[in-house]
Each structure stands twice: as C-alpha cells, then as structure tokens.
C-alpha cells in the first residue's frame, strides 16, 4: 500500500511500462495480465508475484516543473518602441490525456493520426499500441506511457508601437498620437517529436482549447 506521506502532493502515481509485446512467446512468457497480447502495452510485474494488479504500481516523479521562467523586454529608438513578452516551463512531466485520444481507434472513431502509424507486424518498432476496437489491455491506466513532457515556451506578446514627433504634434494640435500593432499568443513552442512528445495543442491548457492568437492594431490619441 502507498500513501501521499513524504511525497509531494503532485506525485505521479501508477504502473511502470516495458515497451509493446513483439510476438506471441513474450506474451506466454510474461507476467499474467489481462488483455495482453501481440502489439499491446507490457506492464511490469513490479513486485514478482506473477500478475498484474494495483500492488504493481509506484511513484512515477511529480508534475513540479524544474523551472518556471518570465523574460520581459523592452527597447525604444527615436520614435519607435517595441515590448515583448516571453515565458516558459521547463522540466514538467505530466500524465497527457491527449495521449489516449491521438493514438487510439475506439468506440469505432479514429481519435488522431497518430494511429496511423501504430504497431503492425509490418511496424514492429512503434511506441504505439496496435489498432483495437476494445480496450481488454486497459491501456487507459495510469502508467509511464502516458506521461509526456510538458514544457513549453510562449511570446505572449509583442508590441510594435510609433509616435508622431512633437513638432508634427504641434501642427497637428495634439499631445499624443499613438499608433501600435499588437499580438499576443504568437509562438508557443512545445515538444512535438520522440516518445515524451505533448500529444495535445497547448501543454499549459491540457483538455480546454488553447488561447487564440490575437492581432490588434490601435491608435491612441491625447488632446
């Protein structure tokens, strides 16, 4: 039995994974586990008594990023002015939903194109677990498989601003007279490739939509 004492309250918690079953005599050799079979997840039998059951399961590491990072800049020349807005996560790993949905084909709905190029006979070395209408290997658990890494990197904005001179102010009888483009949400980047890739658009969001990315153009004026 495992408690939350002497771990950090975002503890990752589940089964340990050993890559997909090859060929029929690694699963006969295995330990028992429902569902297994040619091309499924093979779960480690943590504890050596044979089976796969929740006695198998242990501390997987914790979602706490290893660094969380900001990084404002601003520069002006003569009239112009520009500002931008950076920030990150580095070091998270989580359990990624997304995982499920791009790499299955369930309840007869293709969930994502990953599943394209899941485990065949023809494709032996995918990550993937090969194509089932049923989910008998209860690949939905939580388990090392299913975390991915979480980092990311965003421009949350970036300002690009000029102001009218002071003696076309003068003629013109304003104080001020602003004009700005404005973006936000333009760059987010995340891991999109290997076997702990983020499987979903925006790690920071999980499950709900990303935040859009947004272009303004202003004009401010000061009588």
């Known amino acids: 039995e495992k408690t939350i004492i002497g771990h950090s309250q975002r503890s ?14 690694e ?27 929740p006695l198998d399961q242990d501390w997987l590491g914790t979602s706490l990023p290893k660094a969380e990072y900001g990084v ?3 520069l002006g020349y003569k009239n112009w002015s520009m500002s931008i807005f950076m920030q990150g996560v580095a070091g998270k790993k ?10 299955r084909v369930d309840n007869g709905m293709n969930f994502g194109k990953a599943s394209l190029d899941a485990w065949t006979s023809n494709n032996t070395g995918s ?9 008998a290997n209860d690949e939905g658990r939580s388990s090392d498989i299913s975390i991915t890494n ?20 003068q003629v013109i009888r304003l104080q001020q007279l602003r004009i700005y483009l404005l ?19 925006d790690p920071e969001h999980g499950y709900n939509n990303p935040l859009p990315v947004s272009v303004t153009l202003g004009l401010q004026l000061t009588f």
């Not at 979480?150 to 102010?169: D, G, I």
């Not at 973006?183 to 987010?188: F, K, T």
């Open 12 to 25: 990752l918690f589940g089964y340990q994974t050993d890559g997909l079953f090859q060929n029929q005599a």
């Open 27 to 53: 699963v006969d050799a295995h330990a028992e586990q429902p569902g297994k079979g040619i091309g499924r997840v093979r779960y480690i039998d943590l504890n050596g008594d044979g089976k796969i059951d």
């Open 72 to 74: 404002n800049v601003d």
């Open 94 to 103: 989580d359990y990624d939903g997304w995982w499920w949905f791009a790499t």
């Open 127 to 135: 990550t993937i677990p090969a194509l089932s209408l049923v989910n």
């Open 150 to 169: 979480h980092s990311y990197f965003k421009v949350r904005s970036l300002q690009l601003a000029y102001s009218l001179p002071q003696n076309v102010l």
């Open 183 to 201: 973006g936000e949400n333009l760059i987010l980047l995340k891991d999109n490739n290997g076997i702990n890739k983020y499987w979903g658009p």
